[in-house]
């Protein structure tokens, strides 16, 4: 199986504020942008293995700059990382406010899906190979960043066992 750059696994989209987009702050509403993130991360997936993906978790978002109807949202995803099944996806959101251009980076997040064969098992994913100083840096701590992922899905596997299935209105 052929290494593949971060380059060939990008999507960029750009796309306006509406009204109906906002939270009670004139905000962009959180789940929007999470909605959008997981969308552009699952084509990056898709595009570098080649295959069908599920999203394994969504192993951070982080919220850094408010979002305003004035501002158009650019999304930027690839991925940054692979293990032998699992890919991990970067997602970088620009806001631009479209009257003075000023732009800055308003989230950024970190996705994990994993690459499913025919029959819904997973598969085997090329390697990544990064190009720009920015892919290097993510490939570079992506290693630790995995192994924080499995822990942390370990502890909530853990803590799982502990939750009741039981409808509380019963």
Request: proline share 5%.
């Amino acid at each position: 199986m052929e290494a593949k750059t971060c380059n060939e696994s990008r999507v960029v989209r750009t796309s306006r504020v509406f009204p109906n987009d906002v939270n009670n702050h004139n905000t962009l509403f959180g789940g929007k942008l999470m909605s959008d993130v997981d969308m552009l991360a699952s084509i990056s997936a898709t595009r570098h293995a080649r295959k069908e993906v599920v999203t394994a978790s969504t192993d951070s978002v982080d919220f850094l700059h408010p979002i305003t109807p004035q501002d158009s949202v650019c999304f930027e995803s690839f991925v940054t990382w692979t293990g032998t099944t699992s890919m991990e996806v970067f997602v970088k959101i620009i806001a631009e406010n479209l009257i003075t251009g000023e732009r800055k980076i308003a989230a950024t997040a970190f996705l994990t899906f994993v690459a499913l064969d025919e029959n819904g098992k997973p598969t085997k994913v090329p390697q990544i190979i990064p190009e720009t100083p920015e892919e290097k840096k993510l490939f570079e701590t992506g290693k630790e960043r995995a192994e924080k992922r499995k822990e942390h899905r370990k502890a909530s596997k853990e803590l799982a066992a502990y939750f009741t299935t039981q409808k509380p209105w019963e």
